[in-house]
């Protein structure tokens, strides 16, 4: 980098010389999670400095700290596992919560990937004149600029023991906490407000998951979808007489075009099916103890709980209007979306899950390493032939 444009950019800004700065000779990676511990790897495999902030205490902290108990990944960990270093061959086929943990900080360790905790970003933007990523950071109260040449929270059932509880959502997480809550003598009743796909996670013992990776090697899309819906019709029966309505579109094109992701049904379609889950549509009002639903049914609650979904903040921090839309994912649709200008990147905003999050980190980590390493030696040309300039005038 050109320290003496630095130093310019320093005597001019009065705001930097105020805080304390750090000045970086790579990226900068916003977040700790597997998505920003993918890209630290895959940039350390290339040789590029960078700097990973954090804003909680711990990497992953919404695993850590905002996932329930009994959380597994929905997927096989073949396609959920981090570039450049597989799960434990003695881990089960869907690792547990604590394991994927486990995974993660061991991944942290391999690679020697040190995140600058508590350190929460409050802007990001690209100064235009010396070509730096200005990232401005708050870590107790004291202020730090970085100058750059990166879900959900559902509580156990155990808390909801012997009361009537109202999930609003029916995805994969609102599914899975109905069914926690069953299994803990509550009593779920979960708002469908919309259609939904569900699939079995599992078919003759194979992961349906798989089995579409398979079957899309030689089959189009549509027909894949019409091959995964017969199946699930198979395994799991006519859900739309429990409430439970499919969506026009099938299962893959839905979520390649829209990033609404199937349900992997693990036990919850059992206790719609038995009464245990009560399948309720979308909410008109609430009232103290009590929910008005649109069909003008009225149900007592103790609790309510939403599973409808996170939202992306980056729109709140990042000062930059070209790349992400309002509602925090990049404008350009998949696969073009990890890329945006002045080396401003986006890893794991596919919806495509961890696979999806793996693959743009070593995507990213190539395009960064060539970037940083063409303007390293450009740098040490310009060292060299300085040098050669000032040799030849003694």
């Not at 829209?258 to 099916?273: Q, W």
Request: proline share 6%; hydrophobic share 40%; aromatic share 10%.
């Amino acid at each position: 980098m050109d320290q003496g444009l630095f130093r310019d950019l320093l005597d001019q800004d009065q705001d930097l010389s105020k805080r304390k700065w750090t000045l970086v000779n790579g990226p900068v990676i916003v977040g700790a999670g597997p998505s920003g511990l993918a890209t630290a790897a895959c940039l350390r495999d290339q040789g590029v400095p960078f700097v990973v902030l954090e804003r909680a205490e711990c990497i992953a902290s919404l695993w850590q700290n905002r996932t329930y108990d009994r959380l597994k990944l929905h997927l096989p960990k073949q396609f959920c596992q981090l570039p450049k270093l597989p799960f434990p061959r003695d881990f089960p086929e869907y690792p547990t919560k604590k394991q994927f943990i486990g995974y993660l900080e061991s991944y942290a360790k391999h690679f020697d990937i040190n995140p600058k905790f508590n350190e929460c970003v409050q802007s990001a933007s690209y100064d235009e004149t010396s070509g730096f990523w200005r990232v401005k950071t708050v870590s107790n109260k004291a202020k730090f600029e970085y100058i750059a040449a990166g879900l959900w929270w559902l509580p156990s059932g155990e808390k909801f023991k012997g009361q009537k509880v109202l999930v609003v959502g029916c995805g994969n997480s609102g599914m899975e906490l109905s069914l926690d809550l069953c299994n803990h003598n509550a009593s779920p009743s979960m708002v469908v407000r919309s259609s939904v796909h569900v699939l079995p996670r599992e078919v003759f013992g194979k992961s349906t998951f798989e089995i579409a990776v398979s079957m899309m090697k030689w089959l189009p899309l549509w027909l894949v979808d019409k091959l995964m819906l017969v199946l699930a019709w198979l395994v799991l029966g006519n859900v739309e007489k429990y409430g439970l309505k499919r969506p026009a579109m099938g299962p893959l094109e839905l979520k390649n075009t829209r990033g609404k992701t199937p349900v992997l049904d693990i036990g919850a379609l059992e206790k719609i099916k038995s009464g245990d889950i009560n399948v309720v549509p979308g909410i008109k009002r609430f009232s103290y103890k009590q929910v008005e639903l649109v069909n003008s049914e009225k149900l007592d609650i103790d609790s309510v709980v939403l599973a409808t979904g996170y939202r992306s903040n980056v729109p709140s921090w990042l000062q930059e209007g070209e790349f992400f839309c309002k509602n925090g994912f990049p404008k350009a649709p998949f696969p073009h979306g990890w890329k945006g200008k002045a080396g401003l990147y986006a890893v794991g905003f596919t919806r495509r899950g961890l696979s999806g999050a793996a693959s743009d980190a070593i995507r990213i980590a190539q395009d960064i390493a060539k970037l940083w390493k063409d303007e390293t030696n450009q740098h040490k040309n310009i060292a060299l032939a300085c040098q050669r300039r000032c040799i030849s005038q003694f």
